[in-house]
């Protein structure tokens, strides 16, 4: 199995940055694309970014020029830097790996951080 651990989120100022990091271990050979989900109070989990191993990426409108997603394949870890932040990317962020080893995708996920935007 792959196990993430996700670190960096904190309590910011509005137009503030932080950079979230997350660690992949275990199966690290079944990743393939990396991404970052984020939850809000009452919403639904969606899609901030993701990237193949390719380093090709993509964003969700709301944070696309913002935010910018990276990964170290041999340290088998994804970022995300998160600039000009506002009040409504407040959540809980969550990495994501999916494997395309079997049949079907296979989704894993951390444990999530909270990032909080607020004066």
């Known amino acids: 199995q792959v196990q993430l651990v996700e670190s960096g989120g904190d309590l910011v100022q509005p137009g503030g940055s932080l950079r979230l990091s997350c660690a992949a271990s275990?199966?690290?050979?079944?990743?393939?694309?990396m991404g970052w989900y984020r939850q809000a109070p009452g919403k639904g989990r969606e899609l901030v970014a993701n990237?193949?191993?390719?380093?090709?990426?993509n964003y969700a409108p709301s944070v696309r020029g913002r935010f910018t997603i990276s990964r170290d394949n041999e340290k088998n870890m994804v970022y995300l830097q998160m600039n000009s932040l506002r009040p409504e990317d407040t959540a809980v962020y969550y990495c994501?790996?999916?494997?395309?080893?079997?049949?079907?995708?296979?989704?894993?996920w951390g444990q999530g951080t909270q990032v909080t935007v607020s004066s």
């Open positions: 990237i193949n191993i390719g380093g090709t990426a």
């Open positions: 275990g199966n690290i050979f079944r990743i393939d694309t």
């Open positions: 994501n790996a999916v494997s395309y080893a079997a049949l079907n995708p296979q989704n894993y």
